[in-house]
């Protein structure tokens, strides 16, 4: 029976201040890693978001790129079934007769001529005769600037190399719509994640990968080129936007660090749990050889001293030498008491105690304890009432054991009571079972160390517990005696009020 404990170590206590340290010394710097890492993580977020969008945008750069040179080739394409003539008078009267007498769109283009420096016709050798002056047109041609709303692509010769300047410019039915329209659905290589969409300067949809219901993109950028000047081209990612992706990972950043937090902590609870217990375990070890001590030499000098007086002859009368044989025999059972506690305790810790069950008699068991402690109780005032069922069924026990677990629990009821000094034994059958109940007007147990009081060494250091020496391993022998017989011990106690402990045993043949 126990009431509540103190600390383990008290906070001037050195082991306490030694685990208190490290834990700090650990934790400490965990929480500040933790800090900067989640800072860290937020920052590189952002700056995955920038990437992320720098990346898009030059996705859309390269885009642009491959549109115009697709626009590029289909002007050469245009411009060779047109014919250098045609192309060299420059009318668009003629081009579109051209165009059209080669099965092309003759709307196709506003404007395609070539400027070119006079060509001369090749010589006997095979080689165009070309003067220094052709050299300075020629330049001239490739290096002036476009006019107002024409691209321009270079006029290769039959040698590879430029001989002039063709300059165009698309319809804005044919620019917007089917080259557009051709490059998306024959030329262009995307990714799947991908969605595209280009519209008019005004807004107008032109064309699109996939719908977009809400119209939101990640980035957009305005073509600069003149075949396709003011049109709008933009960019999302089909299954999540750049910045939802971002924070994704830096939610799945921020769970693996509260992971590797919550690991750290467990680790650090179970460090600390398991220090803690282990001083608790040392000092609750430490109090047993004290408190065994100290009950082995309370009887150990009473039988010295009655054993001395009735060796040196000094008992006045004969009542007074049997009065001290009772109290040498009641020590020495005291004695036997607790040595036989430790040692089956000792053997239940080494897991070499055996017992030798068999049919037993729980009421012969209940009457042999009874007789054997009726002196010491009745000695120290105590009554003690004893009700025995009629015809208990027998339970399949040690009949040592099962006494013996009887026996602690009355030491334990004389132990603890204080002013009421009754104590009450009942046993009883019923739904399979036999149940032993000693009940006392002690001390009582609280309710919160009532699981508490059956570990070992467990004992409080503070009140009524603190001033009655014991070992500790009474009611945790209890324990393993009822629990090696298939049953249990039951405890019902307040503080103040008494207590009672009942063993419970399966009726022979029920366990």
Same mark, same amino acid.
């Given at each position: 029976?126990?009431?509540?404990?103190?600390?383990?170590?008290?906070?001037?206590?050195?082991?306490?201040? $030694?685990?208190?340290?490290?834990?700090?010394?650990?934790?400490?710097?965990?929480?500040?890693?933790?800090?900067?890492?989640?800072?860290?993580?937020?920052?590189?977020?952002?700056?995955?978001?920038?990437?992320?969008?720098?990346?898009?945008?030059?996705?859309?750069?390269?885009?642009?790129?491959?549109?115009?040179?697709?626009?590029?080739?289909?002007?050469?394409?245009?411009?060779? *079934?047109?014919?250098?003539?045609?192309?060299?008078?420059?009318?668009? *009267?003629?081009?579109?007769?051209? +165009?059209?007498?080669?099965?092309?769109?003759?709307?196709?283009?506003?404007?395609?001529?070539?400027?070119?420096?006079?060509?001369?016709?090749?010589?006997?050798?095979?080689?165009?005769?070309?003067?220094?002056?052709?050299?300075?047109?020629?330049?001239?041609?490739?290096?002036?600037?476009?006019?107002?709303?024409?691209?321009?692509?270079?006029?290769?010769?039959?040698?590879?190399?430029?001989?002039?300047?063709?300059?165009?410019?698309?319809?804005?039915?044919?620019?917007?719509?089917?080259?557009?329209?051709?490059?998306?659905?024959?030329?262009?290589?995307?990714?799947?994640?991908?969605?595209?969409?280009?519209?008019?300067?005004?807004?107008?949809?032109?064309?699109?990968?996939?719908?977009?219901?809400?119209?939101?993109?990640?980035?957009?950028?305005?073509?600069?080129?003149?075949?396709?000047?003011?049109?709008?081209?933009?960019?999302?990612?089909?299954?999540?936007?750049?910045?939802?992706?971002?924070?994704?990972?830096?939610?799945?950043?921020? *769970?693996?660090?509260?992971?590797?937090?919550?690991?750290?902590?467990?680790?650090? $609870?179970?460090?600390?749990?398991?220090?803690?217990?282990?001083?608790? $375990?040392?000092?609750?070890?430490?109090?047993?050889?004290?408190?065994?001590?100290?009950?082995?030499?309370?009887?150990?000098?009473?039988?010295? $001293?009655?054993?001395?007086?009735?060796?040196?002859?000094?008992?006045?009368?004969?009542?007074?030498?049997?009065?001290?044989?009772?109290?040498?025999?009641?020590?020495?059972?005291?004695?036997?008491?607790?040595?036989?506690?430790?040692?089956?305790?000792?053997?239940?810790?080494?897991?070499?105690?055996?017992?030798?069950?068999?049919?037993?008699?729980?009421?012969?068991?209940?009457?042999?304890?009874?007789?054997?402690?009726?002196?010491?109780?009745?000695?120290?005032?105590?009554?003690?009432?004893?009700?025995?069922?009629?015809?208990?069924?027998?339970?399949?026990?040690?009949?040592?054991?099962?006494?013996?677990?009887?026996?602690?629990?009355?030491?334990?009821?004389?132990?603890?009571?204080?002013?009421?000094?009754?104590?009450?034994?009942?046993?009883? *059958?019923?739904?399979? +079972?036999?149940?032993?109940?000693?009940?006392?007007?002690?001390?009582?147990?609280?309710?919160?160390?009532?699981?508490?009081?059956?570990?070992?060494?467990?004992?409080?250091?503070?009140?009524?517990?603190?001033?009655?020496?014991?070992?500790?391993?009474?009611?945790?022998?209890?324990?393993?005696?009822?629990?090696?017989?298939?049953?249990?011990?039951?405890?019902?106690?307040?503080?103040?009020?008494?207590?009672?402990?009942? +063993?419970?045993?399966?009726?022979?043949?029920?366990?």
């Amino acid at each position: 029976m126990s009431t509540p404990s103190t600390p383990v170590s008290a906070p001037d206590d050195g082991r306490g201040r $030694l685990v208190s340290i490290f834990v700090g010394a650990v934790l400490l710097p965990s929480i500040a890693l933790s800090y900067v890492s989640v800072r860290f993580a937020r920052e590189l977020t952002e700056t995955r978001i920038h990437t992320d969008r720098r990346r898009a945008e030059k996705t859309l750069h390269y885009i642009e790129r491959d549109l115009v040179q697709s626009a590029h080739a289909k002007a050469l394409e245009a411009a060779r *079934a047109v014919g250098t003539e045609a192309l060299l008078d420059g009318r668009q *009267a003629a081009v579109r007769q051209a +165009l059209a007498e080669s099965g092309l769109d003759e709307s196709m283009f506003e404007a395609l001529h070539l400027e070119a420096p006079s060509i001369r016709i090749a010589g006997k050798n095979g080689r165009k005769d070309k003067s220094p002056e052709d050299t300075r047109e020629l330049r001239a041609v490739l290096e002036a600037p476009p006019r107002e709303g024409e691209d321009q692509v270079p006029w290769l010769g039959p040698d590879g190399n430029p001989v002039g300047m063709l300059r165009f410019r698309f319809s804005c039915s044919y620019a917007h719509v089917r080259l557009v329209k051709e490059y998306f659905e024959r030329e262009f290589v995307g990714l799947s994640q991908l969605v595209l969409r280009v519209t008019e300067p005004g807004g107008g949809l032109i064309y699109e990968t996939a719908r977009t219901p809400n119209g939101q993109f990640e980035v957009e950028r305005r073509m600069e080129s003149a075949s396709f000047r003011g049109l709008k081209v933009a960019l999302r990612y089909k299954d999540v936007s750049i910045a939802g992706d971002a924070r994704r990972w830096q939610l799945w950043t921020l *769970a693996l660090i509260g992971l590797i937090d919550l690991t750290l902590g467990a680790g650090l $609870l179970l460090v600390y749990g398991n220090v803690r217990r282990e001083m608790r $375990l040392s000092r609750l070890k430490s109090d047993f050889v004290a408190n065994v001590s100290h009950e082995l030499k309370t009887p150990l000098a009473l039988i010295r $001293l009655f054993a001395e007086t009735l060796e040196l002859g000094r008992v006045p009368s004969k009542e007074k030498a049997d009065q001290y044989y009772r109290i040498i025999n009641k020590e020495s059972q005291r004695l036997t008491q607790l040595i036989n506690n430790i040692l089956d305790f000792s053997r239940i810790e080494a897991g070499r105690k055996e017992y030798r069950f068999g049919p037993t008699d729980v009421a012969r068991v209940v009457a042999e304890v009874v007789d054997a402690y009726r002196y010491p109780i009745e000695q120290q005032g105590f009554s003690l009432e004893v009700e025995v069922a009629p015809d208990l069924p027998e339970v399949n026990a040690d009949q040592e054991a099962l006494g013996q677990a009887l026996l602690n629990l009355m030491n334990n009821a004389l132990k603890f009571s204080r002013d009421r000094k009754a104590i009450v034994l009942r046993v009883t *059958a019923g739904g399979g +079972l036999v149940r032993i109940a000693v009940s006392d007007h002690g001390i009582g147990v609280a309710k919160s160390e009532q699981r508490k009081i059956f570990e070992k060494f467990y004992r409080a250091e503070d009140g009524l517990v603190h001033e009655t020496k014991g070992s500790g391993l009474g009611l945790p022998l209890v324990k393993h005696i009822l629990e090696a017989h298939g049953g249990r011990v039951e405890v019902e106690s307040q503080p103040g009020q008494g207590s009672t402990f009942t +063993l419970v045993l399966p009726v022979l043949g029920r366990g």
